[in-house]
């Protein structure tokens, strides 16, 4: 079990409310990054880390990212955030978190270098952990 955190500041990107609020209170809970940040969107996501960027404020070391979203889902956001300058996406680690039990998305999802992990909706806490540690 983790008692201190992983050391990981993660911006969750997804549309789902109660989804959201039970996430962050897990990692909260089991400390298990420094920080979250949300964003219900792929458009306010990338804004958000744009900002950051702008303001040379610290980035998101981890992006956990759902796919299905309005404005812009989560393929979308992929497709804009591998435009953004390669330094800047390799400090950041993009993993999925849907619903979806598609193999074709899970496929998918292996066509883009900024992806290295995912998982299917409802998440454990043993599954959190470890993506968390990966």
Partial sequence: ???KPIGKRTLIIDDDDIFVF??????Q?????????????GQTALSYIKDLVVNESP??????????????????????????????RQKIEVKIMSSSIAQSDYERSKTFADVSGYLIKPISIPDLTKLLQT
């Fill in 59 to 88: 980035l998101p070391e981890l992006i956990l990212l759902d796919l299905n979203m309005p404005i812009l889902d989560g393929w979308g956001f992929l497709a804009e955030f591998s435009r953004l300058e390669e330094s800047l």
């Fill in 1 to 3: 079990m983790i008692d």
């Fill in 22 to 27: 039970g996430l962050t209170k897990l990692i």
């Fill in 29 to 41: 809970i089991k400390s298990l990054t420094e920080n979250v940040v949300v964003q219900d969107n």
